[in-house]
């Protein structure tokens, strides 16, 4: 079955539980508290809209490369270290998804993001599989990664629009 639902909250491999009435039940903490599920906005919208479910500030990627300009030419004495500094800032939605066997969800960024916020999708388009849901690590929690093309840091807040997921049917080759 094809669903969106919040991400729960996970420590040490482990999903975090709610204690009510003095008894345990199935309840989970979410990732983030304020988290949104993703909206169609129209009846026919083939994209759901995913939100900002945690404040966060993306760098602008000027202020790096000029931090490593000398002279007007590109020095990179440790290269580890330009790398993080370069790389993509991770926006959390708090949301997973379920899908079919044959399905994934493409993250698609908003036509409004580059030109008026400076950000851009930093693997193009993203792409979440089936076996992402529920993974250890974050409990498939989505998340957009940006880079800021703009000479100024943008602050991402929650509740902000942060680009559309749009479910797709693909196609295995033959084997033989």
């Known amino acids: 079955m094809r669903s969106f639902e919040v991400a729960r909250k996970i420590v040490n491999g482990e999903s975090v539980s709610y204690e009510t009435d003095r008894c345990q039940t ?69 949301v997973k998804a379920s899908m079919e066997e044959d399905e994934c969800l493409i993250l698609c960024n908003r036509s ?26 974050n409990d498939g929690e989505i998340m957009f990664a940006f880079y800021n093309f703009l000479p100024f840091d943008r602050t991402i807040h929650v509740g902000d629009t942060l680009g559309q997921g749009v479910f797709q049917k693909f196609l295995y080759p033959e084997v033989g």
Not at 33 to 39: F, G, H, S, V
Not at 46 to 74: H, Q, R, T
Request: charged share 25%; net charge negative.
């Open 26 to 94: 199935d309840a989970f903490e979410p990732a983030f508290e304020d988290t949104q599920l993703p909206l169609y906005k129209t009846r026919h919208s083939a994209g759901a809209d995913f939100f900002c479910a945690k404040e966060v500030v993306i760098p602008s990627i000027w202020k790096s490369l000029f931090g490593m300009l000398k002279d007007g030419i590109l020095h990179v004495s440790d290269k580890e270290k330009a790398r993080k500094e370069l790389e993509p800032t991770l926006v959390h939605t708090g």
């Open 112 to 137: 409004t993001n580059p030109k008026k916020l400076g950000l851009v999708l930093a693997n193009g388009i993203g792409l979440i599989d089936k076996d992402y849901y529920n993974n250890v690590d």
